[in-house]
């Protein structure tokens, strides 16, 4: 060979292709958004020279920018090229349909009803000896009747020689007698075998009959188990049948699910790898010199090299994908019994692009992690902030400050809930009955459901219609003239900010109501008949119950867990398979106890006359609790969905588990008396009196539940409006020990009701933590006055 071939030789383009699905995936890195992927070709024959190795069948969904390519050293990766291909394999050659004909079967073999069967061998015998017997009574017969025809005979051969041969008649009568004798002998031997037989024939034939009759009794059950084996038979046979049925079903719906990740275009990864064709020497084998010495080999070197055979390399890739993710579900378990609660930590795997992942390493990591928000919270009392200002500037409309601006806002919004909840339930129901008949079909919708109406807007994407503009104000005039143009209404601008925060906070729970369908279309419904299994749920068995100890479910490999920083890894135990589906894959990530779990009730009657319970948890494992969608389980009794929030190792949270309606509370309208004192300097009072009565319906002798109580008095933002509070006496500012107060619902019933203690905190928030016996009503009062000089009106900011 010359020099010129072995140049060109060289300088030749290797090339080597692999489908994806071929290759190996040692491990795949789920994120909440995203995944890494890793794969590996092993034992890849590349010549000296120019090699192109190209990877055909990488999901469209794969981020190109995220390509790496790794090789083990034996070859330089010189260029690295990705472009979108068509598919060239095709659908039904990778996923042929499955012939359920040709399955190698083996049936149970079915026997024919109408198979003679074998008598029984005593059936048989009797039978036989009762042919017998007949045959000997035949013969006997026949017997008897031969010797009775010979008589016969003989009588008429006597009549015919009376009158002939005189000589003969001694001889004749001799013979006579003589055969007469043998035959009458004859006759009567037969007669007697006669009887005889036919006794034996009586005997022979009650034998077989019996013996016949219960071989017929026999076969009669042997016919009905038969029968009965038929059907079972049959009744396998169709279980079966509608099993393959199933199961062809299931596999035709696989099929169909994997058709729709199907990609028609397919990202093709082109690597460029150089393999030396010169022989790079150091000075000193095994020194570790930079200076190299490069010694170009002669042609019939270049020769022997290519003889020795073609150089093997490993090589390593890795991409993102952003069809594939995890998320964290939860299972908690919460015991009353005991004070105590078990968090099953789980993970649900999707994979939706079109590829395999099989028998790979998966790893879950927390970085980059994206959670919903928490629902139905407990309110939260804002400072209630008074003013004064001139009667003369109300015109006539006397400001009320009895309720704060929240609270009514608050009640409002509470009976607009309980109005809207129909409405909301019937438009959910709608919206999945139009999702249903929607799926599969890619048709725009119609413009009309794009766009409003001519005389009507069109409602939100969430179903319900936003609520109306606040009206106008109207002019306020007098009888005989209007008002001043800048007369400025403290109270109606008060009512107009109040009327405004109360449109406000509507829009926006409805806003929070359509993103939840949004994002969960179908999860509405639940969601309202979790909160009514909340409200529903019987407390008192809740919390008195002494039951069983929810299931064990501890059978299975804890995962590895590993912080860095703000991120934590889980190692997966084992060898998992991902492949393309809509649903993902629930895996067990960890199993958390938690002791010592302290359930609460908080009242806060001024918005909502109801008592919400709550139980804090605190984790002691060294796992933080990411945030996420948990189904919550009190006493073996499932509740519902709630939402976890996060929470690092060491800390606590709280979880509200709805409201207790065991625990009845009465919030009354106040009671208002109003005076004017002062002899020189005229003053306007007026005494607020609130009452909160609490009554626990839980039977007595049940334990006595905690309940923290929270109300306010409002605060004067002027020196001349002063705002004392009357009852409970003696309460200072954060004053950590608090005073005893309260009093039995009745005088009688109510007596050892338990004990509650009340304490002041700034903006005029009022608290008392109450300990209520069981079946025990309690009354808290709370009394404070409102003191302003005459001709001056307390209004709300």
């Known amino acids: 060979m010359g020099a010129s071939a072995a140049i060109s030789e060289l300088e030749s383009v290797h090339k080597i292709e692999y489908l994806a699905s071929d290759l190996n995936t040692p491990s795949v890195t789920l994120f909440p958004s995203r995944a890494q992927v890793y794969r590996e070709i092993k034992g890849v024959q590349l ?16 981020d190109s920018d995220s390509i790496k390519v ?35 079967e083996s049936d149970e073999e079915e026997f024919s009803d109408d198979e003679a069967k074998a008598e029984s061998h005593e059936l048989k015998s009797a039978k036989d000896s009762l042919q017998e ?26 009549i015919n020689n009376n009158s002939k041969n005189g000589d003969s008649i001694q001889t004749t009568l001799e013979q006579y007698r003589e055969e007469r004798k043998k035959a009458f002998q004859d006759l009567t031997d037969s007669n007697n075998l006669q009887r005889e037989l036919t006794k034996d024939v009586e005997k022979a034939e009650k034998k077989y009959n019996k013996l016949q009759r219960e071989e017929d009794k026999k076969n009669a059950k042997e016919n009905k188990a038969k029968a009965q084996a038929k059907k079972e038979r049959e009744k396998k046979k169709a279980l079966k049948d509608r099993l393959k049925g199933e199961a062809k079903r299931e596999r035709q719906r696989l099929r169909d699910e994997q058709q729709q990740f199907w990609p028609l275009e397919v990202y093709s990864v082109r690597i460029t790898l150089e393999v030396a064709a010169f022989t790079p020497m150091t000075s000193r084998r095994g020194s570790t010199s930079s200076d190299v010495d490069t010694v170009k080999v002669s042609v019939a070197e270049a020769e022997v090299d290519e003889d020795a055979g073609p150089v093997e390399v490993d090589l390593a890739f890795s991409y993102v994908t952003s069809a594939a993710y995890w998320t964290p579900a939860y299972d908690l378990q919460l015991s009353t019994t005991n004070a105590s609660a078990t968090l099953y930590f789980d993970a649900m795997l999707t994979n939706q692009t079109s590829e395999s992942w099989k028998s790979c390493k998966v790893t879950l990591s927390t970085s980059q992690a994206t959670f919903s928000s928490l629902y139905d919270t407990i309110p939260t009392l804002v400072p209630w902030r008074i003013k004064l200002a001139k009667s003369s500037q109300f015109l006539g409309n006397n400001p009320d400050i009895t309720r704060s601006n929240e609270e009514t806002s608050h009640w409002s919004n509470n009976n607009r809930s309980h109005m809207h909840a129909p409405m909301l339930l019937e438009q959910q129901n709608r919206n999945r009955k139009m999702m249903v008949r929607s799926k599969g079909s890619s048709a725009a919708q119609p413009e009309a459901l794009r766009s409003g109406s001519l005389f009507s807007s069109a409602p939100p994407p969430g179903g319900l219609p936003l609520p109306a503009p606040p009206p106008a104000p109207v002019a306020s005039t007098a009888l005989f003239g209007s008002a001043a143009p800048g007369a400025v209404n403290p109270y109606a601008q008060q009512q107009m900010q109040a009327r405004q925060r109360a449109m406000q906070q509507q829009m926006q729970a409805q806003q929070q109501a359509m ?44 995962s590895q867990v590993e912080e860095t920083g703000l991120t934590t890894t889980y190692d997966l135990p084992g060898l998992k398979t991902l492949v393309p589906k809509f649903n993902g894959s629930k895996q067990r990530v960890a199993r958390i106890p938690f002791s010592n779990v302290v359930f609460s009730h908080t009242v806060v009657a001024k918005y909502k006359p109801m008592a919400y319970l709550k139980a804090k948890l605190k984790n002691s494992s060294k796992m933080a609790l990411l945030k996420g969608s948990a189904s919550l389980t009190l006493d073996g009794t499932f509740m519902g969905k709630t939402s976890l929030p996060r929470c690092s190792s060491g800390e606590s949270f709280s979880l509200s588990l709805g409201v207790d309606p065991a625990i009845k509370v009465t919030y009354p309208k106040p009671d208002v008396r109003r005076a004017s004192v002062g002899l020189f300097t005229k003053e306007d009072s007026a005494v607020y009196i609130r009452t909160i009565e609490l009554n626990n319906t839980r039977a007595v002798g049940g334990r006595a539940v905690n309940l923290l109580v929270l109300d306010q008095v409002p605060v004067s933002e002027d020196e001349r409006l002063r705002v004392e509070l009357a009852y409970p006496r003696g309460l200072a500012i954060d004053n950590a020990n608090g005073v005893a107060v309260g009093e039995p ?40 006055a409102v003191s302003m000089p005459s001709g001056e009106t307390a209004y709300q900011v």
Request: proline residues 2%; without cysteine; negative net charge.
């Open 47 to 62: 010549k000296r020279g120019t090699n192109e190795v190209t990877i055909v069948g990488l999901s469209q969904t794969v």
């Open 70 to 104: 790794e090789t083990n050293g034996s070859a330089t990766i010189t260029n690295l090229e990705v472009e979108s291909v068509t598919n060239r394999q095709l659908f039904h050659e990778v996923y042929p349909e499955s012939d359920s004909e040709s399955e190698s």
């Open 133 to 158: 017997y007949r045959d000997a009574l035949a013969a006997a017969r026949d017997n008897a009747g031969n010797a009775q025809r010979r008589l016969d005979l003989l009588g008429a051969i006597g």
């Open 515 to 558: 993103q939840q369908q949004q994002a969960q279309p179908l999860g509405g419904y639940a969601a309202l008949q979790s909160n009514n299994v909340l409200n529903d749920f019987d407390f008192d068995s809740f919390l008195n119950d002494q039951g069983e100890e929810p299931f064990n479910f501890d059978n299975y490999k804890a």
């Open 745 to 784: 619902g009745k005088a009688n019933k109510d007596e050892n009701w338990g004990k509650a203690s009340a304490k002041l905190k700034k903006d005029g928030q009022v608290t008392w933590d109450v300990s209520l016996n069981a079946g025990k009503t309690v009354k808290l009062t709370l009394e404070y």
